[in-house]
């Protein structure tokens, strides 16, 4: 599977729709900013393409097969991974919170040994056997995402993951992202500050009224242009 579609995409709220034929394209170590406003349906966008939530109408397309929605959660369950605003800690260390994200089929020096890298990885060593829950929120974001580095997922979509974050939290989230993307990771971000992710992203599109706009940027005055159908959102290499 090289680059993943997504179209036909419909959602309501008590009979309203809140998306409303989406079609967006996700390849493989590019970024996605998606913006809009409070109840654009940003997360419940999220929330369909991460297998929680059953959409009215839906198809992805692999390149080789076109998939609804209950071929695409099987298929592609262990293949895309969300993160929450607030991502779930378990209770115990961040040692122990990077060793639940590891199969158990992981033999014992192997699971020290990708521990040891993904905390190195997210500049976690420090805090290595630490209570997950004691941690300030840009710590709590930086386990997760050595969470999702040690999983190792082909799609990562995000849900605010710079909220309430000081410049250095926040850069330091921005540089994991970067390199998730930089090894191949889609990443789909839903964020209202889209500035703070200006050098991560390769297309950024604004939801409104249930519909998907392309935002262009020059001399950092934001345009916004309607999606046509036909319009392919991304280009370049696949997910793999």
Known sequence: MNTLHFRQI????????????????LSQGECCLLTGDNGAGKTTLLRILGGFDQPKQFEADTGFNLLNWSQYRKRLRDSVLYLHQQPYLFEGSVRDNLNYALPRAVDKAQRHERI????????????ADTAAKTLSGGEYQRVALARAWLRQPRILLLDEPTANMDKDARLRTIQLLRQLRDDGVALLIASHDPDYFSSLVNQHLH??????????SAL?????????PNTHHYSGAGLS
């Open 207 to 216: 939801l409104q009224d249930g519909i998907l706009q392309t935002v262009t």
């Open 10 to 25: 419909h959602q309501y709220h008590s009979k309203r729709p809140i998306l409303n034929g989406l079609a967006l394209r």
């Open 220 to 228: 950092r005055l934001a345009t916004i242009v309607p999606l046509t």
């Open 116 to 127: 040891r890298q993904a905390l190195q990885w997210a500049g976690l060593e420090h805090l």
